[in-house]
C-alpha cells in the first residue's frame, strides 16, 4: 500500500535555538505519563517552575469511511469526565511501531476496521503549554467493519453514520473531544474533494 506522511509531520521537531535555560530537571512522576520539574531561566532575572509530560509520545488519530459514504465514530467512557463522549478511533503508537501499523492496530481494535488507503492529515500538539505529545492523523478510506478487539479497559460502543450526520452532529458540538474534532475539519476538504461529502 502507497502511503505518504503528511509534510506538516517531520516539522514537529524541537527548535534548534531554545529561548529558555534549563537550570535543573527532575521527574516527579514515573512511568507510564511521566512528569517533569524543570527550574528554567525564561530571561536573565525572570526563573519559573514548569511541569510537563516530556516530547517522545506519539498517538495517532484515524477518521474511518466506509465504502458506502458511512463513518464510524465512537462513543467511549472517560473515567476523568465521568462520561462517555463521542471521538474518532485513536490511540499510542507503541514502540518500535510505525505510523501505518499503530493507525491500523487502533482501527481494528476500536472499531473492527480495515482500510484499504490512508491519508496522512496534517500533525499537531494537542496540550502544548503542558504536553510534548504529538497527535499524527490519518484518514482511512475504503473501510470494511467487522468484529471489535477492544482492551479489557476499554467502554467503546462504535457509531457508523452517514459522513452527513457525522459532520451536522460535528457542527452541532457533539463531538466533545478536541483532537477528534480537529481531525474532522482537517478531513473535511479531501471527503469534499472526493465527491464523499
Excluded: C, K
Amino acid at each position: 500500500m502507497d502511503f505518504q506522511p503528511h509534510p506538516s509531520w517531520a516539522a514537529l521537531t524541537e527548535d534548534e535555538q531554545q529561548p529558555w535555560q534549563t537550570l535543573s530537571s527532575r521527574e516527579v512522576v514515573g512511568p507510564p505519563r511521566r512528569v517533569w520539574e524543570d527550574r528554567v531561566q525564561v530571561r536573565p532575572g525572570v526563573q519559573t517552575t514548569y511541569q510537563y509530560h516530556p516530547r517522545g509520545h506519539r498517538a495517532v488519530f484515524v477518521l474511518p469511511v466506509t465504502a458506502a459514504g458511512d463513518i464510524a465514530l465512537i462513543r467511549q467512557y472517560r473515567y476523568p469526565l465521568r462520561a462517555a463522549i463521542t471521538e474518532i478511533v485513536a490511540g499510542g503508537v507503541e514502540a518500535g511501531e510505525d505510523i501505518l501499523t499503530a493507525a491500523a492496530r487502533e482501527l481494528r481494535e476500536e472499531v473492527g476496521g480495515e482500510a484499504g488507503e490512508w491519508v496522512a492529515l496534517p500533525g499537531f500538539y494537542p496540550q502544548p503549554s503542558i504536553n510534548g505529545v504529538v497527535f499524527l492523523p490519518l484518514l482511512a478510506l475504503d473501510v470494511t467493519l467487522g468484529e471489535m478487539a477492544h482492551e479489557d479497559t476499554e467502554t467503546i460502543e462504535r457509531l457508523t453514520l452517514p459522513l452527513a450526520e457525522a459532520y451536522a452532529r460535528l457542527e452541532r458540538g457533539e463531538v466533545q473531544d478536541g483532537p477528534s474534532s480537529l481531525v474532522m475539519w482537517q478531513a473535511r476538504a479531501e471527503l469534499v474533494r472526493r465527491g464523499l461529502l
